[in-house]
Every structure is written in structure tokens, then in C-alpha cells.
């Protein structure tokens, strides 16, 4: 990959190539630790085109891509923004639908109190005849209880009336 960026700098990036061939043959490693030492002798006109070309050949690219990830961190935020002006307009229409099962609910209420209502009008009204029926029938039994009274008077009366009575001596 990098023979393939320094292919596209031109020869004067070849032919420091084997410069750095030669100084990474020439670094020795540890062997207890897998770390390469640090004496290492590096050309820097060869490390700044190394720079060059990695960053002309990279940049391009991560520039892009900055700039797609700007974007859609952007498009996030206003798909963010729009979810929560949903979540809201939903809640309100939840809120709307509450009042709305609570008018409906009280609607319900207020249908039963005026069918009670009008039951209670229609039980006094019964109450009310079968009281009067009542005080007649009272009155009916009293007339003939009186009548039935004053019938065994007169006929008491009459059966006085009746029994013979001893003439008196003159």
C-alpha cells in the first residue's frame, strides 16, 4: 500500500526506498521484547515526503469523509429534533384523547343522573297516588266501618223497640 503511494510521488520517492530498506535491515531487535531499539537513523527529507505523500494520498479521502460524517451528525440532529416534535404532537394527541374519553365518560355520567332523575320524578309520582289511594281507601273504611256502626245501632234500636214491654197496671 505504501509502494502504491510512492509510486504516484515519483522517482524521487524511489530512490530513497532503499534508504529506508537498509536502515530498517540495519535495526537490531530485543530479543526478550518484541520492541525494536530505539537507535535508529532516519533521513528527515525522507520522512517529510513519506508525510507528504501519505497525507496527499489519505487526506483527500478522510477530508471526505469528515465532512459525510458532519453531515449526517447535521441530518442526526434534525431527525433528533423532528422525533421530538412527534413525540410531542403525539403526547398532545394522547392528552386530547384523554379528554376526550373523560367528556365522553362524563357524557355517560350525566345521561344515568337524568335517567335517576327521572326515575325518582316517576317513583314520587307513584308514591303520591298510591298515597292518596291509600288515605281514599282509609276514608272508604272508616265511611263503612261508621255505616256498619250506626246499621247495629238502629237495628239495637229497632230490637228494643221490638221486645214487648210489660203494660203497666193502672
Do not use: W
Request: aromatic share 2%.
Amino acid at each position: 500500500m505504501e509502494v502504491a503511494g510512492m509510486e504516484d510521488e515519483g522517482p524521487s520517492t524511489q530512490s530513497e526506498l532503499p534508504d529506508l530498506q537498509a536502515t530498517q535491515q540495519q535495526q537490531p531487535l530485543d530479543l526478550q521484547s518484541s520492541t525494536p531499539v530505539e537507535n535508529v537513523c532516519v533521513d528527515q527529507k525522507a520522512v517529510d515526503k513519506l508525510t507528504e505523500g501519505f497525507l496527499s494520498h489519505y487526506l483527500p479521502d478522510l477530508q471526505n469523509s469528515k465532512r459525510a460524517l458532519q453531515e449526517l451528525t447535521q441530518n442526526q440532529l434534525i431527525l433528533l429534533d423532528t422525533l421530538d416534535q412527534e413525540v410531542t404532537k403525539f403526547r398532545e394527541c394522547n392528552g386530547l384523547l384523554d379528554l376526550n374519553s373523560l367528556f365522553t365518560e362524563a357524557k355517560v355520567y350525566q345521561n344515568k343522573l337524568v335517567n335517576i332523575r327521572k326515575e325518582m320524578i316517576m317513583l314520587h309520582e307513584k308514591t303520591t297516588k298510591l298515597k292518596k289511594r291509600a288515605l281514599k281507601l282509609q276514608q272508604q273504611k272508616q265511611k263503612e266501618q261508621l255505616e256498619k256502626e250506626q246499621q247495629r245501632e238502629r237495628e239495637l234500636e229497632r230490637e228494643r223497640q221490638l221486645i214487648a214491654k210489660p203494660a203497666k197496671k193502672t
